[in-house]
Each structure stands twice: as C-alpha cells, then as structure tokens.
C-alpha cells in the first residue's frame, strides 16, 4: 500500500489526538513531521516526537498537511495554508479561516464525501458543533427535509484548547481547597458554572461567532441555504465532549421510531436511548469514541413534523482530529489526492 508523506501544524490540543489517531487508525504514514511556533520535543504516549518551526519550505515534498494551528491572521492556517498547497501538498484544515471560502470544500466524510473531487488543495474540517449535530441530522434530512433546526449545545472545555483543559482542572483544585479559582482563558469561572458565549460577540446580531458558524456551515455542508437554524452555544465544565440538545422540523412527517431506525444504520452514529433505563447520550461516554451518540428521540409536539434529540460526541475526535483524517482516508481510498 502506498505511504504518505505526513505532516501535523500545531499540537495542541488537536494535534496532539491527530499524532495519536494517525497512529491508532494505521493511516499509511511514510515520515511524520510536526510543526508548531516553537522548537521542541513533544512527549505523547511515551515516544518522543520533535517538533520543527513551521515555516514554508517545510511543505516541500509532504503529501498531507493537517493544520491544527490557532485561527487569524497570525495563525498558521492563514500564513501557511496556501504555501503549503503551492508546494503540492493536500492541506485539511481543523480552524475556521477558510470554511466559507468557496474554493474550499466542508467536508465530513460520512455526509458529503462527493464535496472532496473537485479539491483545489485545501480542505476544511468543519466545526465542532456542526459536526456533531449534523452526523444524526443529516440522515434524517435525506429521508425527510430539514427546514428547521433549533441547537442547544454543551461544550466542553477542550473545544477552547490545552489551556482551557488545565484551566478547569485547575479552578476545580482551588474550589475543593478553598482557594480564589486562578483565570486565563474564560471571562469568567468556568468550574460549577456555564458561560453562554463560544467564541465572541462580533455583530449586532447579538449571535456569537460559534452560533451564526454553526448556521453557514449546515447551509455549506447540506448544500441547502434554506433550512432555518437558530443554535444557543454554552460552555460547560465538561472537559471533553460536546452535547446538544437538538429540536428539528422537517418537510415530511419522520416518526421517532422511524428517525431510530434510520440512525441505527447510519455510519458513525450509535443510537444509544432508552431513557427508561438511564440510557442516552453523556459527554463522558461520547468521549473517546469515533461515533456519535444520539438518544432522548421524541416528537417535538410544537411544530407538525418535528422531532427532538440529544446527541454527544467526541469534538477533539470526531469534531476535529478524526473528522480530518477520515478526510484523508477517503481521498487515498478513492484516488483524489491529486488535483
Ligand atoms: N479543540 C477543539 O475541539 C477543536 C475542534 C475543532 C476545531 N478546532 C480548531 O483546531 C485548531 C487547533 O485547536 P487546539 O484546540 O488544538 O488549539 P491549542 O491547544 O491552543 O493548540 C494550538 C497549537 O497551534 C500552534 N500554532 C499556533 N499558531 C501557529 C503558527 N502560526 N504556526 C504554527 N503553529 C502554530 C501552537 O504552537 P505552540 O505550541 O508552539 O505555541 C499550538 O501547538 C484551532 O483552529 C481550533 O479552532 C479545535
């Protein structure tokens, strides 16, 4: 089988997973270079890996790049991202700068794997959010019409990044001692609390960043700008694993048993519901699981054909890391590396 010259910008908190998933998927990996601000070693799993200065000429001779760096106009993805492809080199990209720019495909494998045949050299992983909600989603939607979608989402701290890991663990530290709760990353604590912002408040909209990505990129992904979405995105003292609360309308009637039976076939998802029993979807379980988990499946009586469900999945995993490499597979399967 053929091997792929292989390369991770920034090992965060995604890149690091990727440098773990590569591994564990047994991605046909020929060199593994990994890129980052600073020059150092990283220690994952026990094995050492260095760590180079990303800069352009690095791209030279790589077949992917998985960019996992921070977003803006200092970010990787920006100054790199482009160089990269100029050098030959297929660039799936985890962050939110090009998402929306049409030469570049939004893709997650399961959905709309069709997006990734026309590639100019850049890819986008989706966002966290949007990914989880659309795995069950987009399923339904093909047997039954999304028009309107209603998202609720519980995000955990990893989705902010390494700090906000250590953040958490250690504001909930001081709690149990007693102690003033030490604050870097969030506005506010987030130990035993819930901070109804993800990302920030650029507009008049009075929708944060999170919130209209989690619109454009359902629009994007399902190829359909009509479907309604309105979304309220919370963090929560998880430390990884996003949950959402979904309530969806469709233009034909889907029953809940119905929507279960279409999920239990869908690739990546796992219907875990029976409420009876204590069974549905928990950050806790979704976490470090390539699926995701859909449960709580009732009717939404306030709209005709609504239904409503709670799912939660891995965003380091599915929302990022494994998203990005499924990508890859998908494109060394069917031959489309090249452009
Ligand atoms: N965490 C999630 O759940 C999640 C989900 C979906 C997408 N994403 C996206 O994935 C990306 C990475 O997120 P993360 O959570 O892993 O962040 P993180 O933990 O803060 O790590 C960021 C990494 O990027 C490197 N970096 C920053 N600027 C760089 C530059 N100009 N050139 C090269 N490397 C650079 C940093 O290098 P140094 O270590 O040398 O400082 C660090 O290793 C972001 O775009 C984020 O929005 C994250």
């Not at 990884?240 to 889907?254: C, G, V």
Request: with cysteine.
């Amino acid at each position: 089988m053929k091997q792929y010259n292989v390369c991770v910008v920034g090992i965060g908190a995604v890149g690091t997973e990727m440098v773990r998933l590569l591994k564990r998927r047994n991605f046909p990996v020929k060199s593994l270079v990994i890129l980052a601000r600073s020059e150092r070693t990283e220690t994952i799993d026990g094995d050492p890996y260095p760590v180079k200065v990303a800069q352009p000429d690095a791209f030279t001779g790589m077949d992917f790049a998985f960019f996992a760096g921070t977003e803006g106009a200092k970010g990787a993805s920006q100054t790199l991202g482009w160089e990269a492809v100029k050098r030959g080199c297929v660039v799936i990209d985890n962050g939110d700068d090009f998402r929306m720019d049409p030469r570049v495909p939004l893709v997650v494998p399961e959905i709309n794997p069709e997006a990734l045949k026309e590639h100019q050299g850049f890819i986008a992983n989706p966002n966290c959010s949007t990914i989880i909600a659309l795995m069950p989603l987009a399923e339904l939607h093909k047997a039954a019409r999304l028009r309107r979608l209603i998202a609720s989402t519980y995000q955990a701290v990893s989705g902010t990044g390494g700090a906000a890991i250590r953040e958490l663990d250690a504001q909930t530290r001081a709690w149990v001692a007693g102690q003033p709760l030490p604050r870097e990353v969030y506005p506010h604590p987030i130990a035993f609390n819930l901070i109804p912002c993800v990302g920030s408040f650029k507009d008049e909209s009075g929708e944060s960043t999170e919130e209209v990505k989690m619109r454009r990129e359902t629009h994007k992904i399902l190829g359909d700008a009509s479907i309604r979405v309105s979304t309220t995105c919370v963090r929560v003292p998880v430390f990884n694993a996003h949950s959402i609360s979904i309530n969806a309308e469709f233009e034909k009637p889907l029953s809940p048993d119905e929507a279960r039976a279409l999920l239990a076939k869908a690739p990546g998802v796992t219907v875990v519901d029976d409420p009876k029993q204590a069974v549905y979807p928990m950050p806790l379980d979704a976490s470090g699981k390539y699926d995701v988990l859909v449960g709580r499946i009732r009717r939404d009586p306030t709209v005709e054909n609504g239904l409503a469900l709670w799912c939660a999945g891995d965003n380091i995993w599915k929302g990022a890391a494994q998203n990005a490499i499924q990508i890859a597979e998908v494109m060394v399967q069917r031959g489309w590396i090249r452009r």
